[in-house]
């Protein structure tokens, strides 16, 4: 049994999210000091030069607009080198230019080819034997971290290598974790930018008042309100 397989899962919602340093697309960084007082979001492919991941590192592009409306640094992470990130990028901004509007990854690709940082984030595929290079190192599979400007995890999803995120739910649950910090809201199902909210349950009858003065009761624990922001 390789280090690899024998590694526990350790992340989770509240933990701190592991520093390091990398070499990147766009030279070489402190994952903390890089974040600043920004949100950041971590998403890992498995290679460079695949098609699902040609498609999603030219979304995350396109969505600049989106990330720093939410004041937010994306950065892309998967087990090949910084040539092989370069020679990709130009392929990713032409397809995107062909199908999907303009398209320029400007955000940093980590190289990871020794899995380092992987292993730390717990981004490897242990189940898909087919899914790893030709040492027998697994790749990584479509992780998503959301990590807040205090450098916690805010929010973790992981992707089999054959499923394409979508990045949709990806701002919606950014949006959906920023409105809760600001507003002591919580998010209903399927919920959109717009719709009505929850009341926290810490809030109480007569906080909620004040707090939510259109809020409505169905159900002791359950008040929705229209949140203006």
Not at 106 to 111: A, D, F, H, L
Not at 160 to 168: E, I, L, M, Q, S
Request: with cysteine; proline share 6%; hydrophobic share 35%.
């Amino acid at each position: 049994m390789t280090d690899f397989e024998k590694h526990e899962y350790t992340l989770r919602l509240g933990s701190v999210a592991p520093d390091f340093e990398a070499e990147t697309t766009v030279g070489k960084i402190k994952f903390h000091e890089w974040l600043g007082n920004s949100w950041g979001i971590l998403f890992s492919h498995p290679g460079d030069f695949t098609p699902v991941c040609t498609t999603e590192l030219g979304e995350v592009a396109r969505r600049a607009d989106d990330w720093d409306k939410r004041n937010t640094k994306v950065i892309g992470i998967s087990a090949n080198g910084l040539e092989e990130h370069y020679q990709w990028v130009k392929d990713i901004n032409e397809f995107g230019g062909k199908v999907a509007g303009p398209t320029d990854v400007k955000y940093p690709i980590i190289s990871d080819p020794d899995r380092k940082i992987s292993y730390r984030y717990d981004m490897l595929d242990y189940q898909d034997a087919t899914n790893r290079d030709g040492k027998g190192l697994p790749f990584t599979i479509r992780t998503v971290f959301i990590v807040d400007p205090k450098k916690i995890i805010r929010f973790k999803a992981d992707y089999p290598a054959v499923a394409g995120r979508n990045f949709d739910e990806i701002v919606r649950v950014l949006d959906a974790i920023q409105l809760g910090d600001k507003h002591r809201i919580a998010t209903p199902v399927n919920w959109k930018k717009g719709d009505d909210v929850i009341v926290h349950a810490s809030v109480t009858a007569e906080e909620a008042k004040t707090l939510f003065p259109e809020h409505t009761t169905h159900f002791p624990y359950l008040r929705t309100t229209p949140l203006k922001v």
